[in-house]
């Protein structure tokens, strides 16, 4: 069985009654999904480890956050046992016991949900066993703590600076967004023929450090006849393209898209 599916299992156990399966209701077993996502999309590599993010913070709405945090530690402890052998699986490290955080945030979409993450080995996390396997494992995370300090030049600063740039930028495409305006004024971003959010949030494809603009605030995708859809994610300042606020659009290269006090436009010449 795979731990994917007995992972499924405990949650369905835990959860009997509050989460039999709706198409209307965010599943537990998502939740784990998109764990392992970012997991696997932020490690970093170092000279003689891969090292993963130690610290998830999932942002959900009110709605799904409800009865999920009602059951407490114990969906979160089951959440960071089932990260850690995913990452022991693949063969990444560490810092310590991967710490799981359940937020509320109006911001995100019911059924939806924003992932933060980050590396700090001063976290202590309890799943509440003291046994001698729980005592390898500490020794284990221990000596990943020094070989961390040791051999890797990664430091918290740069990797939230890679999580802002790389996650979009270096890839080939005909189509970028370049910032005109604003606090990252001059950076470009390359465009895939697949959807990117822009925002401030670290998860986000395309982040911005403009304090005006939402954490998820805009969602760009392909639109066909090299045309581009906008969707306004409820932002708080709004969307406006040429000048006009936008909540749905279709946005053509040379177009001025505004949020917050930052200004984008989606060329079509390759990047240099």
């Not at 998109?34 to 959900?60: D, G, T």
């Not at 066993?129 to 740069?158: P, V, Y």
């Amino acid at each position: 069985m795979s731990l994917l599916a007995r992972f499924e299992g405990m949650a369905e156990f835990l959860f009997t009654e509050a989460f039999k399966k709706s198409a209307s209701r965010l599943q537990p077993v998502e939740i784990a999904k998109e764990l392992v996502k970012a997991m696997l999309k932020n490690k970093q590599v170092s000279i003689s480890q891969v090292y993963v993010p130690n610290i998830y913070r999932v942002y959900l709405h009110s709605k799904d956050w409800g009865p999920i945090a009602s059951f407490g530690d114990a969906f979160l402890i089951e959440l960071s046992k089932y990260l850690f052998a995913e990452a022991e699986r693949n063969g990444y490290t560490f810092l310590t016991k991967p710490a799981i955080e359940l937020h509320s945030d109006e911001t995100v979409s019911p059924r939806q949900m924003a992932i933060e993450v980050d590396f700090d080995d001063s976290i202590v996390v309890d799943w509440g066993e003291d046994d001698q396997e729980t005592a390898k494992d500490n020794e284990q995370l221990q000596l990943n703590q020094s070989n961390w300090r040791e051999s890797t030049t990664i430091f918290r600063d740069s990797i939230k600076n890679n999580l802002s740039v790389e996650g979009i930028a270096g890839r080939n495409s005909n189509y970028y967004i370049e910032i005109i305006e604003g606090p990252d004024m001059g950076q470009r971003f390359s465009l895939q023929d697949e959807e990117a959010i822009v925002g401030r949030h670290s998860q986000c494809n395309l982040v911005l450090h403009d304090p005006e603009i939402s954490r998820r605030h805009l969602k760009i995708a392909p639109g066909g006849d090299n045309g581009w859809w906008l969707d306004d994610l409820g932002s708080t300042n709004g969307t406006f393209v040429n000048g006009q606020r936008i909540t749905h659009h279709t946005t053509a290269p040379g177009d001025r898209i505004t949020i917050g006090q930052s200004t984008l436009v989606i060329q079509r010449s390759p990047l240099p």
